[in-house]
Each structure stands twice: as structure tokens, then as C-alpha cells.
């Protein structure tokens, strides 16, 4: 999602201490900090529709979900990102501004972000230890790339496209997301919502 760049390296500390007061969110990466653009109605149902049937399922349980605006920190990188939804479990992950822990992130691709979401971000969540799930979400189509990384530690590919069920498990929380779920109201041009045609 990044737009503008500063030049100067800005420390850490700054860094977070900025967000608190700023009105624009930004991605910190290596001392350079990026403005976030706004998202699209689309890019928002679906988040928001993911974001729902995660929080339901973290009801009463140790896990937190959050939408936009909260940050994941990748240490190895010496970047904040803010991930479109994120799933933590971990006890010990209580930062209240940012995470280093999630099981799983998702993003929404957008024209401004795919690029980022597909490479930058791919490279860098996967030295996330926690990291389980990666879902990289269309918002044209109906169609869900998900990373999983495996009992061995080897990342598996996989693509879900019109429908589907995806697995997740982020202990205590065990959980099957359909495409029917995540595109639900989603509605492209005047065609009706993509969970009852298909989208297309």
C-alpha cells in the first residue's frame, strides 16, 4: 500500500509514537515510512466479512482479530506493516499497537498494493515463526491464493477460484472460511452478489 516516501531514516520509536497522533496511516520499512491509500467498497466488505466470521469464532478464547488497523511487526526486515485482517493466538503477543505473532494475515489485492502484497510482503511475513496462513484476496473476482505452511516448515500453494473451503487452524481456534463467506454482498458493476451467481 505504499504511496509517498519520507528520505530522512526515521527511528522506530518515532515511528510509533507518530501513528498515535497521525490521521494517515503508514508502513514503516527500514527507517522510511509510506502513506496508505483508501480502499475501495469491495476491498471493505471483504475484509469485513472475514473479520466477522474470525471474530466469531475468537469469542471467549485468548485469541484477538483485528481489520486495518493494526500493525504486524517483521523484526527481520525492520518493518511495520498494516496486514488488511490479522489472527493472533499467541499469549504473549500484547503489544497494543502492533503484533509480531499472527497465525494468520490476509490482504485484500488492489491495482496500488498486488505488487507489494505478492512480493514484499510474501517475503517478509513468511520469517514470521507464528505464521501459518498468508491469503492473498482478489476483489475483481472470486478467487483466494492461499499460503500454508506445513507441519515441516515448506509453504504450500494453493488457489481457490468461483468456491471453496479453506481450513484454518490457529489453536484454540479451528475454523473453515468458504469464498461464499468472504464475497458475501459483494456485487461487481449492476450483477448480483457474488455469493449467489458467482461473481462473474
Known amino acids: 500500500m505504499p504511496q509517498t516516501a519520507t528520505h530522512l531514516?526515521?527511528?522506530?520509536?518515532?515511528?510509533?509514537?507518530?501513528?498515535?497522533?497521525?490521521?494517515?496511516?503508514?508502513?514503516?520499512?527500514?527507517?522510511?515510512?509510506?502513506?496508505?491509500?483508501?480502499?475501495?467498497?469491495?476491498?471493505?466488505?471483504?475484509?469485513?466479512?472475514?473479520?466477522?466470521?474470525?471474530?466469531?469464532?475468537?469469542?471467549?478464547?485468548?485469541?484477538?482479530?483485528?481489520?486495518?488497523?493494526?500493525?504486524?511487526h517483521?523484526?527481520?526486515?525492520?518493518s511495520f506493516y498494516y496486514p488488511d485482517v490479522l489472527l493472533t493466538c499467541a499469549s504473549d503477543d500484547r503489544e497494543p499497537f502492533y503484533k509480531t505473532a499472527p497465525c494468520l494475515i490476509a490482504e485484500v489485492l488492489s491495482p496500488t498494493t498486488e505488487l507489494t502484497d505478492r512480493r514484499e510482503k510474501l517475503i517478509a511475513y513468511r520469517t514470521l515463526a507464528a505464521l501459518h496462513y498468508y491469503l492473498l484476496i482478489a476483489q475483481e473476482k472470486r478467487c483466494v491464493e492461499l499460503y500454508q505452511r506445513s507441519a515441516s516448515g515448506q509453504w504450500l500453494y494453493q488457489v481457490y477460484e468461483q468456491s471453496g473451503e479453506i481450513e484454518l487452524n490457529c489453536p484454540p481456534i479451528?475454523?473453515?472460511?468458504?469464498?461464499?463467506?468472504?464475497?458475501?454482498?459483494?456485487?461487481?458493476?449492476?450483477?448480483?452478489?457474488?455469493?449467489?451467481?458467482g461473481g462473474f
Open 9 to 72: 531514516p526515521i527511528l522506530i520509536a518515532d515511528y510509533l509514537e507518530g501513528e498515535q497522533h497521525s490521521d494517515i496511516r503508514h508502513e514503516y520499512i527500514a527507517g522510511q515510512v509510506f502513506a496508505m491509500a483508501g480502499a475501495s467498497e469491495i476491498h471493505n466488505r471483504i475484509s469485513g466479512n472475514l473479520f466477522f466470521h474470525l471474530r466469531a469464532s475468537t469469542r471467549g478464547t485468548s485469541c484477538g482479530v483485528f481489520i486495518g488497523d493494526m500493525k504486524v
Open 174 to 197: 479451528q475454523r473453515i472460511i468458504t469464498l461464499d463467506e468472504l464475497y458475501e454482498d459483494v456485487v461487481w458493476n449492476d450483477a448480483e452478489p457474488a455469493m449467489r451467481d
Open 74 to 78: 517483521v523484526a527481520k526486515f525492520e
